[in-house]
């Protein structure tokens, strides 16, 4: 499966991450070797198998529904690029 | 006291339980020795004050009497574990400056043991890779050389500062993490024993995820018995960690009798892959006589679907990097690239912040998971995940452990397969069949090949029967006799 430089392009979109122009086509060769060579799994006949979710057989633990944690703004923020009356800071999303 | 840093874990704790040298000797000699060896670029950080304070508080707990089970041994951690107030960086450049307000269960769990941190260890990054190449602080050289060669040879990845450590005798021991062969690869480069334990059994909390359904941390040491050791200080069950599993920690040592008559030993066919080298071949067929020797059988065994373990983790492990390594936005650690909207700060500090290699698996992982290709790919994968599992499950039924090479070759140069990510993706052939079903696997180092470079041998076992593995890795120990040491410190 051969991916082009527009569908490279739009995957580095969703996960927001900048690829300059100059290294989109060396990418786009790249994620095409890759898919051509995973491409090698549909050779596989896996109806009737269920996908895999957890490779050990247990159920999910509980606990009950109480707060365990908290008051710990500062420890937080303290890794924060930025912060401000105690909340993470980012550029202007509402005009 | 040079010497100090050649005995093994398990002869510091007698030396140190008999009073023949105190911790802060112990330490001072291991503080030492990474400043020596720094030209191997094995430690992004150093912290020789913490480790000589803990050096003095491990003697006075043991004045008191009150000496844990690791007491006094300096470690040195992979900087993928978060250590209170400790620069942690995965590796990478959009982890800068960070220092983690809590401290991970794992490295929690060896200080409550009484060990003692002398720094944390390079890594690729975001444990991506097989070479630690990939680190945005530098690549790492093994401690190896060929014979009669100069050229810098890398340590095996991703856990490839904690092997070059190790191997060259600036750590007692270390913690890896293993995800498709980042335990076990890089020790088999360094001649090392590392144990990739049973996912579930080491608590997950506290280390940067990369792939969370394949994550496991485990011990890297000098011999199979500092592994039980190691180990036992690293398990147990974790509340914090929902994949951590409630089952007791058995005594790993009480485990290791030496004797492994009548064991059933596998040898699955399907390991013996086209182009693998001679020597290769070779340390196999040893460790199949060493164990025959022992009084185990030997039973040819089959893992139909082992030729697509590679690419199925190719696509589960990006898949689920893509979403654990959603949270590096800019917003709440690490670096920050600004721009005029949210979206742009995102798109600027993500494309700064991440390596090649780990943009590569972010958009694969991204791509695979997108609308259309889900089924196709990722539940396709996960599919036949479930038929490698159940490979393992029947070859089960037969025998007690499987033995296999670690790794298709010996250490490689730096520099090389860096243009090819496939080639690359193949020298964990060996070690992500056993990754994908979540077993135990432990390498030890088997022999050196006709260029003077360590290779190992991988046993793979059931799950949670960790003590058996450590068995049968004690009788081709013992059977191997390792003891070549790295060029750096010979």
């Not at chain 2, 803990?54 to 041994?73: M, N, Q, V, Y």
């Not at chain 2, 943009?359 to 479930?386: E, H, P, Q």
Request: hydrophobic share 40%.
């Amino acid at each position: 499966m051969a991916v082009d430089k527009d569908t490279v392009a739009r995957i580095a979109h969703l996960a927001r991450i900048r690829i300059p122009e100059e290294q989109q086509d060396a990418l786009t060769g790249e994620l095409t070797e890759i898919l051509n060579w995973v491409e090698q799994l549909s050779e596989l006949d896996t109806e009737g198998v269920e996908p895999m979710t957890s490779v050990v057989a247990m159920s999910l633990p509980q606990r009950k529904d109480a707060v365990t944690d908290g008051n710990c703004v500062d420890k937080v923020l303290k890794n924060a690029p930025e912060g401000a009356h105690g909340f993470f800071a980012v550029p202007k999303v509402v005009e | 006291m040079s010497k100090l840093t050649h005995l093994t874990m398990t002869e510091a704790r007698d030396g140190l339980a008999k009073g023949e040298f105190s911790a802060r000797e112990l330490v001072q000699a291991h503080v030492e020795a990474v400043e020596a060896c720094r030209s191997l670029n094995a430690f992004i950080t150093e912290t020789p004050e913490q480790a000589l304070d803990g050096a003095d508080a491990s003697d006075a707990r043991r004045r008191k009497g009150e000496a844990g089970a690791l007491e006094g041994i300096p470690l040195a951690i992979k900087d993928l574990f978060c250590t209170f107030d400790v620069l942690t960086t995965a590796g990478s450049h959009i982890l800068d400056g960070f220092k983690p307000q809590y401290e991970s269960t794992v490295s929690a769990n060896l200080w409550s043991a009484g060990a003692v941190m002398l720094g944390k260890t390079n890594l690729d990054e975001f444990a991506m890779g097989s070479s630690n190449m990939t680190s945005f602080y530098g690549g790492v050289e093994n401690p190896w050389r060929r014979t009669g060669s100069n050229e810098p040879l890398v340590p095996g990845g991703s856990s490839g500062g904690s092997a070059a450590a190790v191997a060259a005798r600036c750590a007692m021991g270390a913690t890896g993490t293993d995800t498709g062969g980042s335990i076990r690869q890089p020790a088999a480069f360094c001649g090392i024993v590392g144990l990739k334990p049973t996912y579930g059994r080491c608590s997950r909390w506290g280390t940067v995820a990369f792939a969370s359904s394949l994550d496991q941390a485990g011990p890297m040491t000098r011999s199979v018995r500092d592994a039980a050791i190691m180990l036992g200080g690293m398990a147990g069950h974790d509340a914090k960690d929902s994949t951590s599993v409630n089952t007791p920690v058995p005594d790993y040592e009480a485990a290791m009798t030496g004797d492994i008559r009548g064991l059933k030993v596998g040898i699955p066919k399907e390991y013996r892959i086209d182009g693998m080298p001679a020597e290769i071949d070779g340390v196999w067929q040893q460790g199949i006589d060493w164990l025959k020797a022992a009084g185990a059988e030997i039973v040819d065994i089959s893992l139909p679907h082992t030729r697509y373990a590679l690419p199925t983790y190719y696509i589960i492990a990006p898949a689920e990097a893509s979403s654990n390594l959603a949270r590096y936005d800019g917003v709440r650690y690490g670096l920050r690239v600004p721009g005029d909207s949210l979206d742009d700060m995102y798109e600027a500090t993500r494309g700064e912040g991440f390596g090649a290699e780990v943009k590569r698996r972010i958009l694969i992982g991204t791509y695979v998971l997108s609308a259309g290709y889900y089924d196709a790919y990722y539940n396709k994968a996960r599919r036949i995940r479930t038929l490698i599992a159940n490979d393992f499950k029947a070859a089960y039924e037969k025998v007690d452990v499987i033995l296999t090479p670690t790794a298709p070759s010996a250490a490689f140069g730096m520099g090389d397969k860096m243009d090819d990510p496939v080639a690359m993706y193949l020298n964990d052939v060996f070690t992500v069949p056993a990754s994908l079903a979540g077993l135990p696997g432990i390498s030890l180092p088997a022999g050196l090949s006709g260029e003077g470079l360590p290779l190992g041998l991988q046993l793979l076992g059931q799950p949670f029967e960790e003590g058996k593995l450590l068995q049968v890795a004690e009788v081709l120990e013992t059977a191997a006799e390792f003891k070549a040491l790295p060029q750096i410190i010979s």
